[in-house]
């Protein structure tokens, strides 16, 4: 398919027909909010589109993008979030064509030279800051690659402007790229005026604010009083199926979508579509199991918690119509693409990570917007749960009828102590607001200052003054943000990376003493961080691997879920030593404040950071932050399975693998090849093939970005099916090498009941008991008083490997591997000998062996 959408002309009446005449060939009719949107583009106004969900507003954004091709200036995308980013790209891709679409997220930058860039909202701002947003044809341009000639820039999810973390990165650009044009886009804006008033001034050019309030799909709101599954089933008989069913944690989705099993949701007939859809669909033993009997129940669950080959089967089954009930978390707006004709909101009270709240009425009609879908349904509905206590006493009531005696009896349930309570008041006063005010969020920071000083052009005080002091901000906070980046440029003078130069005028400024990295504050913050600190390493260390994967574990984001994992797991391990030790529970409390979830590194980490900081003071805004998860899977010999078993994180999956691809990039990205030795290159093929094995997305969809080109149809051209397990010979050998050592492990702690747990059998079908594993490794302790479980211990030089047949090759094939025991003497005369069948292993997507024998040679 070649692109649909390309301009001929910028003259306004004639880009509009082009793109009436487009959408009417996609099936699309224009409501009157994108019909005044589009023709306000096509004349050059700035647009701010306040219009509910489901309005079509990305339809506005293709008409911004093709008015910039058509001027033959440049249109920037940008979103929240990577995920839409992406999404978007390869959507744009489809329309105008993968030649003219380009990607820049931090992780990934693919055709950057691209007439459309799709990027986060970060990397706008930054480009704003370094450039100061000159507009084409400006007198003092630099020609700066993609900065200078930014005509349109759509932000979507604008209301992000209001994010406490992130909303400078929506406000900057409005400050800075005085020559662009916007269109700014979100279902809940509130009052628009304060925008309207400020791009007029900054730019000198029209502003269109296209609001509405009438949904193309109209809503219903109701109270409701009764059981859930009351509720749900009244719902599902009246025809309002899918039902959302929004909860405010990923625990409650899970145990409520547990607790409707009970409840006739689905049809015999829709039972066996389900199953008939899901086929051979390959369910983990985690919450794969879970989801596997939730589903064939019709029931579904939806959560950034899990992996994301479930959540797209779960949207899939939606879809398709099969699933009639979902339930999910708030965030069902990011990432899901579902037909939902009824939200069901169990709560109006949510832990915003400092307290609980009440919503604000952005965050419900957010939610509530979510409900009806244009080309689905005709009308939408709402649903907000009462309280359960205010529910629990209407029964009551119920039961106790007219008897007065029965009612004075009845012991009316309060609120739980100390929870936020909400009521029908709460609700009616969301239903009824309008989205509130969006408040600036202006923030400096190292970053922000050093960008405005690498400015290629004009006096950088000039332009940091001008921004310090007409942002959206109140005069005090204006006051404040003065002194901060006072402070800031104190430490880069002292630091030597800025100095005060006299203008040719007689006037001081400041200039920057070096030049930035290209990719400064695009990517990863700590990277270059984590590049320096490799030369703290001794590549001669035997640990020098594990010691890498620990330097650029510390530039990650935290995966919070697993780290609160880890550290139970720790006190809890403690708290049985200190036990055995004769600890009391007092001394057991007092010991457990300094028990915390592993940080390798980190006196070290901090160590090098306080020098590296001094000479490179712009990363004083973030700090490293040491933990293992990569480093402790490799040490466990665990795979992914047996990670989230041991740790409890079944809800968590797809936190723990979100982590491990974004490790697997770091590491392949930060550390060049001078720097790589053979063992951290089977790290770095182990972690590859786990997060491709476990869900090959993460990888295909981080190199097919990478390597994207052209097809035959002008679309982004899809990777072929991912390779077998046993095709990376590599990383195959490491998975054997940990199952084995995984062995070793348990025998050096004598645990032959976790060896006999394992489940392993012999050529001949006979069971390997936990007495088996005693009998053939129990006369080793006799010879010797330890058995080495370290860095020799597991390296590949105790692995003998003989190929049966090269796993690059058809067939089934079989491998023969010895795992050597490194006993103190060094003899290495006790061995565990085990066959692997590559085909099963291609089949299971893990190594699948079959132990011969164990014992003495």
Known sequence: ?????????????????????????????????????????????????????????????????????????????????????????????????????????????????????????????????????????????????????????????????????????????????????????????????????????????????????????????????????????????????????????????????????????????????????????????????????????????????????????VERLTQRGLLTVVCGTDTLGVGINVPIRTVVLTSLVKYDGTRMRHLTAREFHQIAGRAGRAGYDTAGDVVVMAPEHVIENRRALARAGDDPKKVRKIVRKSAPAGHVNWTESTFERLRDAPPEPLTSQFAVSHAMVLNVLARPTGDPVEAMTGLLTDNHESPAARGRHVRQAVRVYRSLREAGVVERVRRADGRWTVRLTMALPEEFALNQPLSPFAYAALDMLDAADPGYALDVVSVIESTLDDPRAVLVAQEKHARGEAVAAMKAEGYDYDERMAALEDVTYPKPLAEALEGAFTVYRRTNPWVSDHLPSPKSVVRDMVERAATFTEYVSQFGLERAEGVLLRYLADADRALRQTVPPERRDEALEDVVAWLGEVVRGVDSSLVDEWERLQGVAAADDGAPRPDAAPPRLTGNVRAFRVMVRNALFRRVQLAAREDWAGLGALGDTDPDGRAWTADRWRDALDPYFDEHDELGTGPDARGPALLLVTEGAPGTQPGPGRWTVRQLLDDPSGDHDWRIDAEIDLAASDEAGEAVLVVTAAGRL
């Open 1 to 313: 398919m070649t692109p649909t959408l390309q301009p001929s002309t910028p003259e306004p009446d004639a880009l509009y027909d082009a793109f009436v005449t487009w959408a009417a060939g996609e099936g699309y009719q224009l409501y009157p909010a994108q019909d005044e949107a589009v023709m306000e583009l096509v004349s050059g106004s700035h647009v701010i589109l306040s219009t509910p969900t489901g309005s079509g507003k990305s339809l506005v954004a293709v008409a911004a993008h093709l008015a910039g091709l058509a001027r033959g200036t440049r249109s920037f995308y940008t979103a929240p979030i990577k995920a839409l980013v992406n999404e978007k790209f390869f959507d744009l891709a489809r329309i105008f064509g993968a030649e003219n679409v380009g990607l820049m997220t931090g992780d990934s930058a693919v055709n950057p030279t691209a007439p459309i860039i799709c990027c986060t909202a970060e990397i706008l701002a930054n480009i704003a800051l370094r450039t100061g947003g000159l507009p084409p044809g400006h007198p003092d341009d630099p020609a700066v690659p993609g900065a200078d000639d930014i005509g349109v820039v759509v932000m979507d999810e604008f209301h992000f402007y209001a994010e406490p973390q992130r909303g400078w990165a929506w406000q900057v650009p409005l400050l800075e790229m005085t020559g662009t044009q916007f269109l700014l886009m979100s279902a809940t804006l509130g009052d628009v005026t304060f925008f309207v008033d400020d791009l007029r001034r900054r730019t000198g050019r029209a502003v269109a604010a296209v609001t509405g309030t009438q949904r193309p799909v109209p809503l219903t709101y109701t109270y409701a009083v009764d059981p859930l599954h009351e509720v749900v089933e009244r719902l599902v008989h009246d025809g309002r199926a899918p039902v959302y069913l929004v909860h405010f944690t990923q625990r409650d989705a899970v145990e409520q979508a547990q607790a409707l099993t009970s409840t006739p949701v689905a049809t015999r007939e829709a039972r066996d579509a389900i199953a008939a859809e899901i086929g051979a669909f390959r369910f983990g033993t985690g919450f794969g199991k879970t989801l596997r009997r939730l589903l064939s129940h019709g029931v579904g669950v939806h959560h950034a918690g899990m992996l994301p080959r479930y959540r797209r089967l």
